[in-house]
Every structure is written in C-alpha cells, then in structure tokens.
C-alpha cells in the first residue's frame, strides 16, 4: 500500500461501555515464554532464532516471553519493561496475523518474529504502532515491507521527524540494522482493522503519551493493548504528550471495560491498574501548581517531593520530566508541543544520582 491516510473518517465519538455484565475475572494468562512449563513452553533463550538475527551479547535482563491472553490473542512481555524494553502483542485467525508494536532493537524484534512463526501463527500482514517512540517502532523493519505498517497521522509524522531517535540518546547499544518503517496506511479518530472475525478497533485518545497514540482494544475479547497509556510497575511519562490529556486518556480506557490490559512496560494487567496511575498524575499536577506558584523550578520541585506510595514505582526520575510538561500547560503551551529534550534529559539525570539512565534493551 502506498503512504495514504484512511480516508472518510468519522468525527471521534467517545466509545459507549457494552452492556452491564457480571464481572468475570481476567482469562487465565498462559505463560509460553522461556521456563514455562508443559508442552505450551517456548524455546529457551535464543533457541532457533533465525540465522539472519544477529550474535546476542548475554542478556542483562530476562528473555522475553508470550502469555496468550484469548484464542488467537497474544502478548510479548519484555521484563524488566524499563527504558526501552515494551510490550508488543499479535493477533491471529491462523489465516492472517496482525502485530502490536515492535521493539527497540533488530534482534528483539527477530525474536518477536519467531515467537509468533513458532505459535503456528501465519507471517504478519499488518503492524500498528501504538506511537511513534523507538522501542515501539525500530522493529518494523523486520516485518516490513511484507507487512503494511499502520498507525495514527501524528505517529507517522513524529517517527519521520524524530529519525532514530534511539541512537541519539543511546548512541552505545547494538540496535542492529535499523531502518525505519513509519506507518504507510494512517488514521485520524477511529479505524477498524479485521483479523478473520476478530475485531481490531484503533482509537486515538487524543495527545496523551504523545501526539500521536492509538489504543488498540478487542471489544469481543474485552482486551486492550494500551501502548505507554499505561506503565505497570514503571513511573508514566508524559513530557512529549499531555498531562491533562493522559488524565483524559484513562477515562476513555474506561469506557471500554476491558478485562485484560496489555501495558506499554510492565506485566499484563487488569483495569485496577488504571487508579495507581491516575493518582500519579493527579500528583503530578498538584506539585506543578504548588511549585510553579512558588516560583520554584521543576527540579527543584522534584528533588525535594515526598513520592510516598510513588517511591515504588521504577523510573522515578520522569517525575521531573513531567513536571516540565506540567508547567508547560499551566503556562498555556498546547499538548504536545515540543519541549527542551536537553533540559528534560537533563534533568532526569541529576535525579537519577548524575548518570544517564540506561536503555535496558
């Protein structure tokens, strides 16, 4: 397909709630990743790769593994889900396979390749990127242009913008040969995507994470994957997006009434997840208020606030980096507008004891 936008694409409406229900707990996750157990267990680290992957240094983190969420439904979990280290996913009728996300480096993504070829999976016709960042988008490459690359307009435009970003901020990783793959067929509101009879609706949120998300939600599964929507266990990031907006992005996830939610970083989740993370960013607010009041500068804000029961959470040194974008929006700057990388990069690393943060990949 050529680089075209849908077209004839409807006003966004918010997404109605399905009917009442009972609540039903969350499908059994299966894992299928390196050290499940019984016959669903998938080859040990870096058994059968294909020979075009290239050499892996020994892994500083856990492989990744598949946990299959519903019939056809699956998730590519990477611990530890730090800097660089995303979910992904695949759906598949056995007919056609479409792909959520990619990864941060080729071999990762070869590696997401041979999961999905190893589950009986056909090769992917599809990929949509839930944004535009690195470690959601360098892996295209290993699927493309096989497979037609699909996202949000302001995804595309970002990722072309940005170049390999990832190399920019971590110049010493081996990403491997990374070419990049924006989105050829894009979107504005909403867009339905069909794999067999299995419904995948795309909603954009409107800036959240970025200018450019995409919620990727199986209305009859009740699964979402939520792109960096949502960090389970890791601290939200939202200087290149909306703070405001990322409070609105929840609400939206609401309305779906998933049962199963795939985060951007972290394990695979039920919606309770979304509480801990709206608290976040509801104190994130309030310590912009106060500081900004104060005529005190994010960093200074940072360094000194009581995280109390945000302490857990990995990554704290985003606290400053949203504090950037939270000042922004007070001061009137539009979501998503762009801010100093080097300030907030900067910034982060005095809170994280004056070294760079590491991408784990």
């Known amino acids: ?42 080859p040990p680290s870096g058994a059968g790769i294909p020979a075009d992957a290239p050499p892996a240094a020994e892994p500083a983190v856990p492989e990744p593994y598949l946990t299959e969420l519903a019939a056809g439904v699956h998730a590519f979990v990477q611990p530890d889900g730090g800097w660089c280290l995303n979910n992904a996913g695949f759906v598949t009728d056995g007919d056609a396979t479409l792909v959520v996300d990619t990864a941060a480096t080729e071999r990762r993504a ?62 010493e990783v081996e990403y491997g040969d990374i070419r990049l793959a924006a989105p050829e067929v894009t979107y504005t509101d909403e867009l339905a995507l069909h794999v067999g009879d299995i419904e995948v609706r795309l909603i954009h949120p409107g800036v959240a994470h970025t200018t450019g998300d ?9 699964i979402v994957f939520t792109g960096d929507l949502v960090f389970h266990g890791g601290t939200p990031f939202v200087f290149m997006g909306s703070l405001s907006g990322s409070l609105r992005a929840l609400r939206l996830l609401r309305t ?56 857990e959470l990995a990554e704290s ?23 100093d990388l080097v300030a907030g990069f900067g910034d982060m690393t005095v809170m994280n004891g004056g070294v760079p943060m590491a991408c784990h990949a």
């Open 317 to 339: 040194e985003r606290l400053v980096a949203n504090l950037h974008r939270a000042y922004a929006e007070l001061a009137g700057t539009a979501p998503g507008a762009p801010l």
């Open 214 to 222: 995409t919620i990727v939600w199986l209305p009859r599964e009740r």
């Open 110 to 171: 070869r590696l997401l390749r041979h999961r999905i070829a190893g589950s009986g999976a056909p090769a992917p016709r599809m990929v949509v990127n839930t944004h535009h960042h690195g470690d959601h988008t360098y892996g295209n490459c290993v699927f493309a242009p096989e497979a037609t690359v699909v996202g949000h307009a302001a995804c595309r435009r970002e990722l072309l913008a940005a170049g390999r970003q990832l190399h920019a901020v971590w110049p």
């Open 1 to 42: 397909m050529g680089d075209s936008a849908a077209r004839n694409t409807p006003a966004r409406t918010p997404v109605p709630p399905p009917p009442a229900r009972t609540p039903v707990p969350p499908p059994a996750a299966r894992p299928t990743g390196p050290g499940a157990p019984g016959p669903e267990a998938a």
């Open 256 to 311: 779906l009434d998933a049962v199963t939610v795939v985060p951007g970083h972290g394990p695979v989740t039920g919606p309770e997840v979304y509480d801990g993370i709206e608290r976040y960013l509801e104190f994130v607010g309030r310590l912009a208020r106060e500081g900004r009041a104060a005529g005190r500068t994010p960093l200074e804000v940072a360094r000194e606030a009581d995280l109390g029961p945000f302490a």
